[in-house]
């Protein structure tokens, strides 16, 4: 349920509006309370200043008008101009008070209507030794005389405090809107906050997978051209030339992702599964005995799930080569079903390489995070002491996992 907010503090420029506005009233008020005597002068007084604070503490107002109405009963006044004030005070009781002052501007609304139909009815024609209008007739015409000024009286106090409830319930939906549409746009820029950080995210995947991968083909292709330009010399240009087009290809995938950071909306192209065959290639040119085997028809796969399954293997692939014994071949299955691709690789490992399958580096938690925002899965185990395995699993329907 949503609860309206509490009452702000008056502003100066509402205080002196009321203020002006109050005075105003007087001076209207004043030509007619001249022609009584001194209570009407003083009434008027109370009452101005019942209209001065009304927006400013609308309790004492209410508490004024009170003691204004009690100044004029008292002393046998009749009705006055200066009487519509109390419109004024109950209005703002309802608009500007609290619950409780809401509802004693309402009760005040009724009493104050039950004690003018006694005072006009009954109290002032005794005093004034004048005769009622229901003097002569029956007392069934006195009651209907009675009812009429009591109904007249409190259908427009109670009009007064109404038109100030209504008032109250615009300008606090409008206060309840704006606060919405301002946790809106709060809500919209954590939003766009949170896509941005997750974009940066993916940039850097890119980058790490991009350069770790080039790195680890132009450091095999290089020790080779090293150990062979003595004996091999042909060997050796074979490696400079891979060497040379690995970098040119993550010179221009580096160039790729700088303009993703550049634009908000680059239109970049990503690799698919077509680009599967380049890729392995390339890693068995960099001295990687690679074994792969494809079981099944390819189910078709979106274009993010086609990205996620490229950098898997491609990172998988250069975790391989950059700590895996190359000397001895390295599995690569994908099994195709209607569920998706599980990707199952399995390689030796060295002696001296890190044994970590977790922490915050770009390899292993970014393939992890990679099927996993594909709606998959990815495990990466060690089995014995030199054998690494890596199974993930990429649904063609992202949330469809085992």
Not at 35 to 46: S, T
Not at 174 to 180: H, K
Not at 215 to 243: H, K, N, W, Y
């Amino acid at each position: 349920m949503t609860t309206a907010p509490e009452r702000e503090p008056l502003s100066r420029g509402k205080l002196v509006t009321d203020l002006v506005l109050a005075g105003l009233f007087g001076l209207a008020c004043l030509p007619f309370a001249l022609l009584g005597n001194a209570a009407d002068i003083v009434a008027l007084i109370v009452f101005v200043g019942a209209l001065a604070v009304r927006r400013l503490e609308p309790a004492w107002s209410l508490g004024i008008a009170w003691v204004a109405a009690l100044v004029q009963m008292l002393t046998l006044r009749d009705l006055q101009l200066y009487d519509a004030a109390v419109l004024g005070v109950l209005y703002s009781t309802s608009a500007h008070g609290g619950r409780l002052l809401r509802w004693l501007g309402l009760a005040s609304a009724g009493v104050g209507a039950l004690v003018a139909t006694l005072y006009l009815a009954l109290v002032k024609p005794i005093f004034d030794g004048a005769s009622s209008p229901a003097d002569a007739a029956a007392p069934l015409s006195m009651a209907v005389w009675m009812l009429f000024l009591f109904v007249a009286s409190i259908a427009v106090l109670v009009l007064a405090w109404t038109a100030g409830l209504l008032v109250r319930a615009v300008r606090d939906s409008r206060d309840i809107r704006r606060r919405e549409e301002e946790a809106t746009r709060k809500r919209e820029l954590a939003e766009y906050r949170y896509a941005v950080e997750q974009e940066r995210n993916r940039i850097a995947r890119d980058m790490h997978d991009v350069v770790a991968h080039s790195l680890a083909v132009v450091i095999a292709q290089a020790d080779g051209a090293r150990f062979a330009a003595t004996t091999r010399p042909e060997a050796s240009v074979t490696a400079l030339g891979t060497i040379a087009e690995v970098a040119r290809g993550a010179l221009g995938d580096v160039r790729s992702l700088l303009a993703e950071l550049r634009h908000t909306e680059a239109a970049t192209p990503q690799p698919v599964l077509d680009d599967l065959d380049p890729l392995l290639d390339q890693l068995r040119a960099a001295g990687l005995d690679l074994r792969f085997d494809e079981v099944g028809d390819r189910t078709p796969l979106g274009t993010g799930h086609q990205i996620a399954v490229y950098r898997i293997v491609q990172e998988g692939l250069t975790n391989a080569l950059r700590h895996g014994d190359v000397s001895r071949p390295v599995e690569l299955r994908l099994t195709w079903s209607e569920r998706g691709v599980l990707i199952d690789l399995v390689n030796r490992v060295r002696a001296d390489a890190p044994r970590e399958t977790t922490g915050f580096r770009h390899g292993i938690p970014g393939m992890r995070e990679r099927a996993q925002l594909a709606g998959g899965a990815l495990q990466a185990e060690y089995e014995g002491e030199d054998r690494f395995r890596l199974v993930a699993e990429v649904p063609a329907t992202k949330g469809r996992t085992a």
